[in-house]
């Protein structure tokens, strides 16, 4: 039986709140589950202590056993020092495209012409307040 901690939604609808279980990962999303280790509640702040609550000692437990957990709960675990933080590469998440890079050419091009012909102007007007 392959384990999985993941989060099953609940709560109405716009409004949601999630367990925290231990569930087989053949059953839905919000079947039925082997073990509830927690909440979360991502209507909350940031900052708010009940915004995740877990019982750690059952998360260990857990993963000792072999469990795997989802990206947003191996997050979580991070956070609560569970865990190792994972190294995450995305090389192109910061990388502009094709039209934002032809843009800012364009911008830079009409921002240097400005210069070009303001830097005459800002020359005469040093001449003239120095006499």
Known sequence: MAIKIRLARGGS???PFYRIV????????????VEKLGTYNPLLPKDSEDRVKM???RVQYWLGEGA??????SRMLEAAG???KKERNNPKKGT??????NRAEEKAA???????????AAAEEETAAAE
């Open 110 to 120: 009409k921002a240097a012409d400005a210069n070009k012909a303001d830097a005459p």
């Open 13 to 15: 609808k716009k409004r």
């Open 82 to 84: 569970v865990v190792p």
């Open 55 to 57: 019982n750690l000692e």
């Open 96 to 101: 502009p495209g094709e039209k934002a890079v």
């Open 22 to 33: 231990a569930a087989d990962s053949r059953m839905p999303r919000d079947g039925r589950f």
């Open 68 to 73: 795997q957990v989802t990206d947003r709960i």
